[in-house]
């Protein structure tokens, strides 16, 4: 096998992007949403109890709420913890992560397909999508249109589906546990790029400070089984 093949072997058949703290800075407003929340309600929520909501699906993050004390419906709590995360994001504005949003434009010039795969509802992901280039995504999967969210790989393996490759071939980008394990369980190549957790080497395939820099040429998957 030459060079020239065995590199278009190991290139991705496609890259799956995490958004909230791996495209754009917006984990905090999340955050700052959920202790407002838990505040309103005469709770206290202490930093750790607000670091596991990172990466978590909005369902599974009003559940934490509520076991913090939070006593309201979790369909009300939703609503809420959207409405606020929104006017929060509205508030501060869109902050990229560094190399993100040049590792988008370098891989949709490379050809390579593109998948948003994220736990925000698309009223929220939404904002985030128009701030990019028309056409960034092939495929948006967000957590309203999956039964399960992360750190189950239903996501994924959907967004795999949509793009009609196989998962095991695709490269994930997330800067949570909880993405990578829904990644990893997916059957993807998983690269964490940490933010507000740290991520350590066992949790990923490879574990990046920054996307600062790189380039689609690091982006590798094993060759095929």
Do not use: Q
Request: net charge negative.
């Amino acid at each position: 096998m030459n060079d020239s093949s065995s590199a278009v072997r190991r290139r991705p058949a496609a890259v799956l992007w995490d958004m909230d703290g791996t495209i754009v800075d917006t984990e905090s407003h999340w955050i700052a949403a959920a202790d407002e929340i838990a505040r309103a309600h005469g709770l206290e929520p202490s930093a750790d109890a607000l670091a596991a909501l990172v990466g978590t699906s909005l369902i599974d993050g009003v559940e934490l709420m509520r076991a913090w004390g939070v006593d309201a419906p979790a369909s009300e709590l939703i609503d809420r913890h959207l409405e606020l995360a929104m006017r929060n994001t509205a508030a501060a504005g869109l902050t990229w992560r560094p190399g993100a949003v040049e590792m988008l434009s370098a891989l949709r010039a490379a050809a390579i397909p593109l998948a948003l795969v994220t736990m925000s509802y698309r009223e929220y992901a939404d904002a985030v999508i128009a701030a990019l280039p028309v056409g960034t995504f092939d495929v948006i999967v967000t957590g309203d249109a999956v039964e399960r969210g992360k750190p189950h790989p239903d996501a994924y393996v959907r967004a795999a589906g949509l793009l009609e490759v196989d998962v095991r071939d695709c490269v994930a980008i997330e800067d949570s546990l909880i993405g990578l394990a829904a990644a990893r369980a997916a059957g993807a190549h998983v690269i964490g790029v940490p933010h507000h957790i740290a991520i350590p080497a066992e949790a990923a395939d490879a574990v990046w400070p920054t996307l600062a820099g790189r380039r689609p040429g690091d982006l590798r998957v094993p060759l095929p089984r």
